[in-house]
């Protein structure tokens, strides 16, 4: 649940990047809504096995293990040390490009693929090392 508001190539939407199907599936409200997203993979999740199998659950909303276990490692430590999460929500996001790395401010969402040198041309502060 990040900063970006990227385009997906698979069409999902919002902080927790529900496909529209999936959304009209098992949730309500809008799912571009932080509260109503959160609520929605609660629902989700519960649906498909969580929380008594989570890796079960995870895998039916990615079915990638190294999803599965990256996902899994995140919540381990949210549970442990539940500060951690404004850490997390506060990560910058990068992005390599051609014309080197970039970090993705946040709010970003171009719908179509912009020229990464010119985009570093106005925005400096944006480029990496």
């Known amino acids: 649940m990040g ?6 190539s698979a069409g999902a939407v919002g902080p927790m ?3 529209p199907a999936t959304w009209a599936h098992c949730c309500t409200g809008d799912p571009t ?4 997203a959160i ?3 609660a629902v989700y999740l519960t649906q498909n096995g969580g929380p008594a199998d989570m890796q079960a659950a995870l895998h039916a909303y990615n079915p990638s293990d190294t999803y599965v276990a990256t996902v899994t490692a995140f919540a381990e430590n949210m549970r442990d040390n539940p500060q951690l999460y404004n850490a997390y929500h506060e990560w910058q996001v990068f992005y ?7 970090r993705l401010p946040v709010g970003y969402n ?5 020229d990464a040198a010119a985009y570093l041309l106005g ?3 944006d480029a990496a090392g």
């Open 96 to 102: 390599s490009s051609s014309a080197g790395v970039i």
């Open 39 to 41: 609520m929605g993979a």
């Open 17 to 19: 990047q529900f496909l």
């Open 3 to 8: 900063q970006i508001v990227g385009t997906s």
């Open 123 to 125: 925005h400096s502060d």
């Open 33 to 36: 809504i932080a509260g109503d």
């Open 110 to 114: 171009q719908a179509q693929p912009i």
